[in-house]
């Protein structure tokens, strides 16, 4: 079956092995952020909807789950902002009453978090992951470049509304932009902040693929390491950086047409190293080549040479 709204699974360097759910149109978010690696925003809103008709994701969930496969997470994600969706909390209520088995995390930009639909419809969830990169204004539009009526004091509101709400795990991310949200005076305002919201955890995270701008660069290990140090609040609050480390996958396919998919669904929607592809597809470095040359001659692939590797991916 080919699937439309799931994708992977995936080796996510926060979740493990994770099946994808994405409810919305590739590039329709509520932020355009600097560091995406999906490339800019085209839809830029935070008018929620619902994008596709809920059977179909409930479906394409029952025909995939029906074999019981291995996975530490069922994780809302994709090329735009899940919360935008109004099905997501019938789809995690369909998870959790029908699968559950299955932990269920979100991925998420916190942006909407002040409205009290956002927040009820992930009540279920197992886990949810905002992001936070600066409490100050000016930082956050330029790092976010958010759609017009966000602004990042509302953002913060709604994320400590939702912990006093919520009964499941926060993981917060920071993410890092050397020289733009690592002053001493930034660093400080995100520790008041990360006090108010009193995450499960911090995960301080950086560039790992090719981000929207080139000028955004990665966080070195020393840098990250600085930085975790000066979120720490006594302890209380676990703060790690989130460090690329690669695991083996098991096989997904031995089917030649279904590769070939998988492969092309992976690079559409975000770029993937060779060893990316490997971990998250159990294929060797042979066949994801021989796959690459296919999909080049088809549809055409473009790289990105960055400090991991060659990065692939498909031109929109």
């Known amino acids: 079956m080919k699937y439309s709204h799931l994708f992977g699974p995936v080796h996510s360097r926060r979740l493990g092995r994770s099946l994808g759910i994405d409810l919305v149109p590739v590039k329709t978010c509520s932020f355009d952020c600097v ?21 179909e994701v409930l479906e394409e969930l029952r025909t995939y789950l029906s074999s019981a496969p291995v996975l530490d997470f069922i994780t809302f994600s994709g090329s735009g902002e ?7 909390g019938d789809v995690i209520c369909f998870l959790k009453e029908s699968y559950p088995q299955y932990r269920v995390a979100v991925l998420t930009n916190g942006s909407l978090f002040w409205r009290f639909d956002v927040r009820n419809d992930l009540m279920q969830a197992d886990l949810v992951l905002p992001t936070l990169s600066s409490v100050f204004e000016e930082t956050f539009s330029r790092i976010q470049r958010p759609a017009p009526g966000i602004h990042v004091a509302e953002v913060i509101e709604g994320l400590i509304q939702f912990r006093r709400e919520y009964a499941g795990e926060i993981w917060l991310e ?88 998988l492969v092309r669904e992976l690079i559409r929607r975000r770029p993937c190293t060779l060893e990316d592809i490997t971990t998250a597809t159990g294929l060797s470095r042979r066949e994801i080549l021989k796959i690459l040359r296919e999909i080049q001659i088809s549809s055409g692939i473009q790289e990105s040479q960055e400090e991991r590797g060659i990065f692939f991916f498909c031109p929109e």
């Open 35 to 55: 560091y995406c690696e999906c490339g800019h925003t085209t839809r830029e809103t935070t008018e929620r909807q619902e994008f596709f008709p809920l059977r």
């Open 82 to 88: 899940p919360t935008l969706s109004t099905s997501i």
């Open 174 to 261: 920071v993410f890092i932009i050397p020289g733009i949200n690592t002053s001493r005076r930034e660093l400080e305002g995100l520790r008041v902040a990360i006090e108010q919201i009193a995450p499960d955890r911090v995960q301080v995270n950086t560039l790992d693929r090719p981000g929207t701008e080139h000028w955004v660069r990665p966080a070195s290990p020393a840098e990250l390491e600085r930085i975790r140090g000066a979120l720490g609040i006594s302890g209380l609050i676990p703060v790690e950086p989130i460090r690329y480390e690669l695991t083996a996958g098991a096989p997904m396919t031995t089917e030649w047409e279904e590769a070939v998919a």
